[in-house]
């Protein structure tokens, strides 16, 4: 399963028609299922990196933080996507979700304010107390961070998640020599 929502494909306000409204109903009720689809992603990414359990990339992200680093940093991921990394968007995406909750807190949450330019969409949020509104759009992040050129670096990624979501800007590289 790709990331379920286009960027390029907003959803209509709700109020708009009964259609756009039924479509709008439909998503709602994808936002249990998507938590739990986005943790089976990175215990699959688990078992792709060979993790005993796999599980335990899900409890603690940053252990294959070293892991994720070296496949993004490599200019062409084809070779990782031909060995079950695919789509590669989809599994960077909730691992770095996963990081940032195990780091900052929160969940995923859809975006429910139709003035928004990320309308419909999943992102995260919930991480902060006195702003309940606040989100992070974690996939535009890793698609923008897709297209730069080889030597990406995923902790400065993680740490722009980090500062988007108002937190102490940091990466923890817990990975196993």
Known sequence: MPY??????????????DAAARAWDE????LTGWR???????????ELSRWNPPETLLENPSH???HMSMICSSGDLSMYEMIGYQPF???LTTYCAEYMFSD???????DEDPGSSTF???????????RPEATVD???????????????????LLESLQESMGAPVGVQDTSYP
Do not use: H
């Open 138 to 156: 974690v996939y535009a992040a890793v698609a923008a961070f897709l297209e730069e050129p080889e030597g990406r670096d995923l902790e400065k």
């Open 27 to 30: 998503r709602r009720e994808l």
């Open 64 to 66: 294959g933080l070293m």
């Open 104 to 110: 900052v807190g929160g969940a995923w949450v859809l």
């Open 4 to 17: 379920p929502f286009d960027p390029e494909e907003p959803i209509s306000d709700p109020s708009a028609s």
């Open 120 to 130: 419909g969409r999943f992102l995260i949020g919930e991480y902060d107390t006195d």
């Open 89 to 91: 968007d989809l599994f």
């Open 36 to 46: 739990d689809f986005s943790r089976e992603v990175v215990t699959r990414l688990g």
